[in-house]
């Protein structure tokens, strides 16, 4: 199992429940120190299984295609990739080809690594997503997906790109069906540091609504273990069970314009393969 982002917060919850169903679980870190610290301590906490670390960043799509390389060379297959590494910041910041930084880390950079990695993958592998339920809030317009600098909102940027994660494995999910398992979730409104730098004073108005990480973690643990047993392919999930993904006017989506994602992240990709 490979887990970007799985050294604290929810993706650490996901790793160490992973372990206890004795998984060998590769988390990531964009510190290659803090990777290794992070297994060490889910090995020191778990006797099942087995962690070890590698570096990414998600918004170096140079990095991404370096860890694609590693885990083919170190591995013999991957069974489930869960695309998790991601934060929600009110700065605007750029990749290093100019994207805004949070549609690089939480779409590009995880659609190359998740490509990349596609052939790698056992027959009935599961891809999973760890989204969230801000992305109601937002439609897809591949037109209108990178904000500038100058309208910048990190809570929209934010729900943006985890709209574009949906609505992606919505399509790809039947596509690559049966061959790989591909599925989206909401781990529910959990309290995280993240949370607590992305939205202040989110935390204090949510209260005791908040969840623990394990809890958040549950689900995907799940969907790991049993592929969401006979979800359709490309659900959205919360707490086990798939969900509607549009409730909002305006934010309902069409295959032409997942189409349009798809084609718009591979012409991306090819720039980004490029230097371009």
């Known amino acids: 199992v490979l887990i970007t982002g799985g050294t604290s917060g929810i993706g650490r919850a996901v790793a160490l429940g992973l372990m206890r169903l004795n ?5 990531t870190s964009r510190s290659q120190e803090r990777a290794d610290e992070a297994a060490e301590s889910l090995r020191s906490e778990c006797s099942s299984g087995s962690a070890r670390g590698l570096s990414v960043d998600t918004g170096d799509h140079r990095s991404v295609r370096d860890l694609i390389s590693t885990v083919i060379a170190t591995t013999d297959h991957l069974d489930v990739l869960i695309n998790n590494a991601g934060a929600l910041t009110d700065q605007y910041e750029t990749d290093d080809s100019g994207m805004e930084l949070t549609l690089s880390s939480h779409l590009v950079g995880p659609y190359i690594l998740t490509t990349g990695l596609k052939d790698h993958m056992t027959t009935g592998g599961r891809v999973l997503w760890m989204s969230s339920g801000g992305m109601y809030t937002q439609g897809l317009d591949v037109s209108k997906i990178e904000m500038s ?15 574009g994660q949906v ?4 399509l790809l999910g039947p596509r690559w069906a049966p061959d790989v398992v591909m599925h989206t979730m909401h781990p529910g409104w959990v309290d995280t540091p993240g949370v607590d730098a992305g939205l202040p004073g989110f935390g204090k108005i949510m209260g005791p609504t908040l969840r623990t990480a394990d809890q958040g973690a549950d689900t995907m643990v799940w969907l790991a273990a049993t592929g969401g047993r006979d979800a359709k392919a490309g659900s959205f999930f919360l707490d086990r069970r798939p969900r509607g993904t549009s409730y909002l006017p305006g934010t309902e989506t069409t295959p032409a314009e997942r189409q349009r994602l798809v084609d718009w992240l591979d012409d991306v990709a090819d720039r980004s393969a490029d230097g371009t």
């Open 167 to 170: 609505e992606l494995a919505a």
């Open 149 to 163: 600098k100058d309208d910048y909102k990190g809570a929209i940027a934010y729900a943006r790109a985890k709209r």
């Open 23 to 27: 998984a060998d679980v590769i988390v």
